[in-house]
């Protein structure tokens, strides 16, 4: 239902590695709850409104007023690598 | 008097302060060695020393808390390999109104990683053990939050629950859990699984225990724009009769395959004891239950694999050093993250990719709207659905592990409610082989008042005896 490289497309969409051993595997786990899911086919769901969220999440703005949020240093202290007053990353373009 | 501390459920050992009977701070160091020398893998991490006290009707009492939700300056890694050792600048609003009330956080409690379990086995810190079998699970994800509860570890928990992931658990360790309405309870500091499903409540020994803490978690939030002010206060449940109520069985689903015939035993000595309390019972059909589950597991993972974006290796948590950003990336997910936690990821990539969006999301979406549309077609004809909690006890460690779909029917029973976001509580009904098994009582949204009190007087009727385990030496 999902093969290798559909499986490798999906991976590269959701920025996660999957290594050589584990694509088999994986690709099979996957076809089978996508086997059960998809019994969701079987429904006639002609004129049936999809719901995202459930409750009233209307009239839910606040006033656009500046409020105290947390300190730089603070927000930056558990980050892996930091340079300055910002996140630090490795190059989009490799070394 | 260590015996006398350990038999007070939360809401006598808040009285006993109150009464000058306990001070707060022998009732904390005494939970404080019992979780300290937690033997079932409960906790994640156990306070050295007493929080500041604060006043407020909780006195003091000490609760344990899902490692999912922030706490500042305190480890909440989720149970997940990519949080290690993460201490967040902040405290979930759940969390702070409960301290806000008085509570002491005593501990964090261990779960399946980013709440993405059925049995507590998907944590990147080990297993939790059930307390009334040790080779048995505790539920999940909130098992931890269980099993501290169950032991008498801590005197009550906070869990999530996102398709039973509070309910669930507390049937297998015979203790009580309330999912609430969904919006009750602020989801801030709550690290995300799926925002639309996702709702915090308490684990407790008893059902006033569960109305105290739930009392002081409710309320509208600045910071979670789906929160809502909860419409009436909540009540300490005195009930003891279930006169003029009437309880509707969905008897196709509860007699389908899968479920054991002690599970289904217990369930009918509930509904005895519910008619005997003057209750009515009758039937009624959820007809797209069954495709409620597979909905389930598209929604929840096209959430999911959302909000998990933001590990990425930037702000915090794991990093793979890679020489350039997007292996950095790709190799820290794939460190970093679980092989339950991977494969949601991808199926809910997969569901919102161009091609598949209208035939798995945009249907599961339309089915949601169906499970919604029955459960209040029930409601105008009975006050509660009621159902077992969880079709089995609790199952042995490593026997669904190999096989993601037998884990995932465990809620089979909790995920209607979720897709609804109807409210439900899970109270123990009594034992089958020895092992608790749990009632689910589930109402209209904003009826946990109502919820709370016909749990109460079936909890008085049905005399489940939990110290069995929390009385215990640990």
């Given amino acids: 239902m999902i093969d290798r490289d559909e499986l490798l497309h999906v991976a590269r969409l959701a920025r996660l590695a999957l290594h050589e051993d584990e694509l088999d595997a994986t690709a099979g786990e996957l076809s089978t709850i996508l086997g059960h899911v998809a019994a969701i086919e079987e429904l006639d769901l002609e004129g049936v409104e999809p719901t995202a969220h459930i409750g009233d999440v209307s009239d839910s703005l606040r006033a656009d007023h500046v409020r105290p949020s947390l300190a730089r240093d603070v927000a930056l202290a558990p980050a892996p690598a930091i340079r300055d007053d910002g996140f630090l990353v490795p190059s989009p373009q490799g070394e | 008097?260590?015996?006398?501390?350990?038999?007070?459920?939360?809401?006598?050992?808040?009285?006993?302060?109150?009464?000058?009977?306990?001070?707060?701070?022998?009732?904390?160091?005494?939970?404080?060695?019992?979780?300290?020398?937690?033997?079932?893998?409960?906790?994640?991490?156990?306070?050295?020393?007493?929080?500041?006290?604060?006043?407020g009707a909780l006195g003091g009492v000490p609760l344990a808390v899902k490692d999912l939700f922030c706490t500042e300056g305190i480890p909440s890694q989720a149970g997940s390999k990519i949080l290690a050792g993460y201490c967040p600048p902040y405290t979930a609003t759940a969390v702070a109104n409960l301290e806000a009330?008085?509570?002491?956080?005593?501990?964090?409690?261990?779960?399946?990683?980013?709440?993405?379990?059925?049995?507590?086995?998907?944590?990147?810190?080990?297993?939790?053990?059930?307390?009334?079998?040790?080779?048995?699970?505790?539920?999940?994800?909130?098992?931890?939050?269980?099993?501290?509860?169950?032991?008498?570890?801590?005197?009550?928990?906070?869990?999530?629950?996102?398709?039973?992931?509070?309910?669930?658990?507390?049937?297998?360790?015979?203790?009580?859990?309330?999912?609430?309405?969904?919006?009750?309870?602020?989801?801030?500091?709550?690290?995300?699984?799926?925002?639309?499903?996702?709702?915090?409540?308490?684990?407790?020994?008893?059902?006033?225990?569960?109305?105290?803490?739930?009392?002081?978690?409710?309320?509208?939030?600045?910071?979670?724009?789906?929160?809502?002010?909860?419409?009436?206060?909540?009540?300490?449940?005195?009930?003891?009769?279930?006169?003029?109520?009437?309880?509707?069985?969905?008897?196709?689903?509860?007699?389908?395959?899968?479920?054991?015939?002690?599970?289904?035993?217990?369930?009918?000595?509930?509904?005895?004891?519910?008619?005997?309390?003057?209750?009515?019972?009758?039937?009624?059909?959820?007809?797209?239950?069954?495709?409620?589950?597979?909905?389930?597991?598209?929604?929840?993972?096209?959430?999911?694999?959302?909000?998990?974006?933001?590990?990425?290796?930037?702000?915090?948590?794991?990093?793979?050093?890679?020489?350039?950003?997007?292996?950095?990336?790709?190799e820290t997910r794939h460190d970093g993250f679980g092989a339950e936690v991977k494969r949601r990821i991808l199926i809910g990539t997969y569901a919102l990719s161009s091609g598949y969006y209208d035939a798995y999301y945009g249907r599961a979406q339309r089915v949601r709207t169906l499970v919604a549309r029955e459960l209040a077609g029930i409601f105008e004809r009975a006050d509660f659905i009621v159902t077992p909690t969880s079709p089995t006890v609790a199952f042995g460690l490593g026997d669904r592990t190999s096989d993601p779909l037998a884990m995932y029917l465990s809620d089979l029973f909790t995920i209607p409610m979720s897709l609804a976001g109807t409210p439900a509580i899970s109270i123990p009904s009594g034992l089958s082989e020895g092992l608790p098994v749990g009632l689910q009582i589930c109402g209209p949204a904003f009826s946990e008042n109502r919820i709370l009190g016909a749990a109460h007087a079936l909890e008085g009727a049905i005399g489940f005896d939990g110290s069995v385990t929390w009385g215990g030496a640990n």
Wanted: net charge negative.
């Fill in chain 2, 101 to 330: 009330a008085g509570a002491a956080v005593l501990g964090k409690t261990n779960q399946d990683e980013f709440a993405m379990g059925s049995s507590n086995e998907n944590s990147a810190f080990g297993p939790v053990l059930n307390p009334w079998d040790h080779s048995r699970v505790p539920g999940g994800s909130s098992g931890g939050s269980a099993a501290a509860v169950a032991a008498g570890l801590a005197p009550w928990a906070l869990g999530t629950d996102t398709g039973g992931s509070i309910r669930q658990p507390a049937a297998l360790c015979g203790i009580v859990g309330l999912k609430p309405t969904y919006g009750a309870v602020s989801r801030y500091g709550m690290i995300a699984f799926a925002s639309s499903l996702d709702s915090a409540g308490p684990l407790t020994r008893d059902v006033a225990d569960a109305a105290l803490c739930y009392r002081h978690m409710v309320g509208r939030d600045g910071n979670d724009a789906t929160s809502v002010v909860f419409p009436e206060p909540i009540e300490t449940p005195t009930a003891e009769r279930l006169d003029g109520l009437t309880l509707a069985v969905p008897t196709a689903l509860v007699d389908g395959e899968g479920i054991e015939p002690g599970v289904r035993q217990s369930f009918e000595a509930s509904l005895d004891t519910a008619r005997s309390l003057g209750a009515t019972i009758i039937d009624c059909e959820i007809p797209s239950a069954r495709y409620a589950l597979s909905a389930y597991y598209v929604i929840a993972p096209a959430e999911a694999s959302s909000n998990l974006s933001r590990f990425d290796g930037v702000r915090y948590g794991l990093r793979v050093d890679e020489s350039n950003l997007d292996a950095m990336y790709t």
């Fill in chain 2, 1 to 55: 008097m260590a015996g006398d501390i350990q038999s007070l459920s939360a809401t006598a050992a808040a009285e006993a302060i109150a009464n000058g009977g306990l001070t707060r701070s022998e009732l904390f160091e005494h939970y404080r060695i019992r979780a300290a020398a937690d033997t079932l893998n409960a906790f994640t991490w156990v306070a050295d020393v007493e929080p500041a006290p604060v006043d």
